[in-house]
């Protein structure tokens, strides 16, 4: 038994590499579907978007989502915007979309298209718009506390927002339920800065892991919660399929199983790797 630990502490290192690329790689087509155990932060966004009322009641008021993420933060803040319109959707409330991100601005354009195409009763102008990228977001989230038409007179198809039933009756802050920014870099802070301290709006994020730690001290006064990287994007995807508003998980709880897998590899690895080492030492193996 001593020899066999210590050949595999000798092992060939690209066994390990092809070890992990497996692990990582084969949850995501076979999702094995590992508890989500859903946190305070993520539970208290849903909670904001359950109050939701349909598109044709009178009392409707639209959620305003900005989609500040790039390829680079996609896998994490991606899944996030995705489980969260969904959540809109399904419930047949408004969404009005935009981007302050140079690179992310098709992106959260696919994004809301293809959501809404997932949702036969859902209507562009009706359910859902798009608004133009524009900039600089300081400039166009304060111009939003006085009236959205002074920065986006139009969507991104160029008509008029007073054409589209989903903007009558919105003019500022006052006439939204909440705003959602789902970022990979600082633009929260011009939200909360503008939006929340100088013009009251309500106000929830979802923030990559490394941005976290930051951003936990605005809740519950200034955000009204937070998701958190791929796992606060898998506990939403969770909550929406226990809800019954959507059929199965996304590429965030699949992504949690590769993370896991992963991760458990690697530290079976290190196990097995130094018991080898210390089994070698004393049988005085050099």
Known sequence: MREFFVKLSQM??????????????IPFFFPLGLPVKVTRFTQLVYDEIEKIKPA????????????????????????????ILRHIFAKKGKVIGLSFMPTGHALAQETLLSVAAEFPDIKEGVHW?????????ATCIQAIGRDIREVYPEDFRKRSLDELPIFKGVKNYQ?????????????????????????GA?????????MAADYTPTIPKQSKGMLTGMRGAAEYERL?????????VGRATAGMDSQSFTHLFIIVMIILGNLGFFLSRKGGAQ
């Open 175 to 199: 006439d939204i339920l909440i705003v959602i920014d789902l970022a990979g870099n600082q633009i929260v802070d011009s939200w909360i800065a503008d939006a929340v301290e100088r013009y």
């Open 56 to 83: 044709d009641d009178p009392e409707s008021k639209p959620v305003l989502i900005s989609m500040d993420y790039d390829p680079g933060t996609l896998p994490e803040v991606g899944p996030m915007a995705k489980a």
């Open 129 to 137: 718009a798009y608004l133009p990228f524009n900039t600089p977001p």
């Open 12 to 25: 060939d290192r690209r066994w390990v590499f092809l070890g992990v690329g497996l692990t990582t790689v």
């Open 240 to 248: 929406i399929v226990d809800s019954g508003y959507w059929d199965v």
């Open 202 to 210: 309500r106000f929830a994020m979802g923030v990559t892991n490394v």
